[in-house]
Each structure stands twice: as structure tokens, then as C-alpha cells.
């Protein structure tokens, strides 16, 4: 995990001054979206993609796709 977020920062708060706390990022787009209307083009990634990742973190666990499935007697 600690590797991800890692890479993550490396490859993109740099270059592309990007944020990985959605509140850094949600707050100024909606706060400059009257000089910038540009700045809330990619706000939906920060508001659906967790919601997605959610759920399909709850379908893997539910069927326990990462488990041994118990075997009946």
C-alpha cells in the first residue's frame, strides 16, 4: 500500500500537481469554478471512483473471491 501511494506522488503531484486527499482537491474546484470552469472536468473521478472501489471491495468479499470457499461435509 505504502508503495502505491509512493509511486502515486511520485509520478504525479509533481508534474501534474496533482492531490491525492480529495478534499484538497473538491474544495478549490468548486470554490474556483467561476474563474476556472475547467478545474471540476475531472471533480466526478473524486466522487464516483471511491464509491466503485467500495463496492467492489464489498462483492469480493462477500462472495469471498479471495478465499478458500469452505467445503461442505
Same mark, same amino acid.
Given at each position: ?5 509512493? !509511486?502515486?506522488? &511520485? ?6 500537481? =496533482?492531490? #491525492?486527499?480529495? $478534499?484538497?482537491?473538491? +474544495? ?9 470552469? !475547467?478545474?471540476? &472536468? ?6 464516483? =471512483?471511491? #464509491?466503485?472501489? $467500495?463496492?467492489?471491495? +464489498? ?15
Amino acid at each position: 500500500m505504502s508503495s502505491a501511494i509512493a !509511486g502515486s506522488r &511520485a509520478s504525479s503531484i509533481r508534474s501534474r500537481r =496533482a492531490s #491525492l486527499n480529495p $478534499a484538497r482537491s473538491i +474544495g478549490p474546484a468548486l470554490v474556483g469554478i467561476g474563474s476556472n470552469p !475547467g478545474a471540476v &472536468a475531472q471533480l466526478w473521478l473524486f466522487i464516483i =471512483a471511491p #464509491l466503485i472501489g $467500495a463496492g467492489a471491495a +464489498g462483492f469480493v468479499c462477500r462472495t469471498g473471491a479471495l478465499f478458500d470457499a469452505p467445503k461442505k461435509a
